[in-house]
């Protein structure tokens, strides 16, 4: 059962004559929906009406104490909406991060840990 389980993950060699499955590029669009789309504020900040294209950065800043003067959100609202900016900002950063880990992940399970033989995968 272990080892099937590693196999599937592509951690543990496959049968012999077997490719490990590669999830890498599902696991990318994954993250990249989460980060981009998923945690994006703009939806929210549409919604309650404080969506400024000309500094879409500075929005919550700039016009949250005013939108909750005005009774266009709640105060817990506002909060949340800023939480929710600061983990996009956040998942944003560690994408790259997280595209070159995936990356050298596979070089090292594709190659084996032959990094001195020239990059060669083992016969």
């Given at each position: 059962?272990?080892?099937?389980?590693?196999?599937?993950?592509?951690?543990?060699?496959?049968?012999?004559?077997?490719?490990?499955?590669?999830?890498?590029?599902?696991?990318?669009?994954?993250?990249?929906?989460?980060?981009?789309?998923?945690?994006?504020?703009?939806?929210?900040?549409?919604?309650?009406?404080?969506?400024?294209?000309?500094?879409?950065?500075?929005?919550?800043s700039?016009?949250?104490?005013?939108?909750v003067?005005?009774?266009?959100?709640?105060?817990?609202?506002?909060?949340?909406?800023?939480?929710?900016?600061?983990?996009?900002?956040?998942?944003?950063?560690?994408?790259?991060?997280?595209?070159?880990?995936?990356?050298?992940?596979?070089?090292?399970?594709?190659?084996?840990?032959?990094?001195?033989?020239?990059?060669?995968?083992p016969?």
């Amino acid at each position: 059962m272990q080892s099937s389980l590693l196999t599937f993950l592509g951690l543990h060699a496959a049968a012999s004559g077997q490719q490990p499955a590669n999830y890498a590029p599902a696991f990318l669009i994954a993250n990249w929906l989460y980060a981009y789309c998923a945690l994006s504020t703009r939806f929210s900040k549409r919604a309650v009406g404080l969506d400024h294209n000309a500094s879409p950065r500075e929005d919550l800043s700039k016009y949250g104490d005013a939108a909750v003067s005005a009774g266009k959100l709640s105060r817990r609202r506002l909060a949340q909406i800023q939480r929710m900016e600061g983990a996009h900002q956040n998942s944003v950063e560690g994408f790259t991060f997280f595209v070159a880990a995936g990356e050298f992940l596979f070089c090292a399970l594709r190659f084996g840990g032959n990094w001195g033989s020239g990059y060669l995968p083992p016969d």
